[in-house]
């Protein structure tokens, strides 16, 4: 069984900064990738950063290019998203995802969704 905790999310102030923390658990072989989207209301989920492990590559969103950084710890199999500059139109419910490789199926990836947490841009 695999869980993906999510933290960190808030209310702050335009302009200023929230890291947000997703730690994945469970029967954990490799973690392909990681990354975070975001949902706000009334629109679609959209992707705000992932990070690929296999390759190292990194993919931002036009929209927080400069201000978010997303980096992996693969000890602890945690991500982390580094947001500055925060603008109200940041305002959403932030979703960690992760693809997996468990020992129970070591060539298959699997895709796992955080709970969300909450991140309101707002003065």
């Known amino acids: 069984q695999v869980q993906l905790v999510e933290s960190g999310g808030g209310l702050v102030q335009p302009g200023g900064s929230l890291r947000l923390s997703c730690a994945a658990s469970?029967?954990?072989?490799?973690?392909?990738?990681m990354g975070w989207y975001r949902q706000a209301p009334g629109k679609q989920r959209e992707l705000v950063a992932v990070?690929?492990?296999?390759?190292?590559?990194?993919d931002y969103a036009d929209s927080v290019k400069g201000r978010f950084t997303i980096s992996i710890d693969h000890v602890l199999n945690t991500v982390y998203l580094q947001m500055n500059s925060l603008k109200p139109e940041d305002t959403a419910v932030y979703y960690c995802n992760a693809d997996l490789r468990l020992y129970s199926s070591m060539r298959t990836v699997q895709h796992y969704w955080g709970q969300g947490t909450q991140v309101t841009v707002s003065s």
């Open positions: 990070r690929d492990t296999s390759t190292g590559s990194t």
């Open positions: 469970g029967n954990i072989f490799r973690v392909d990738g």
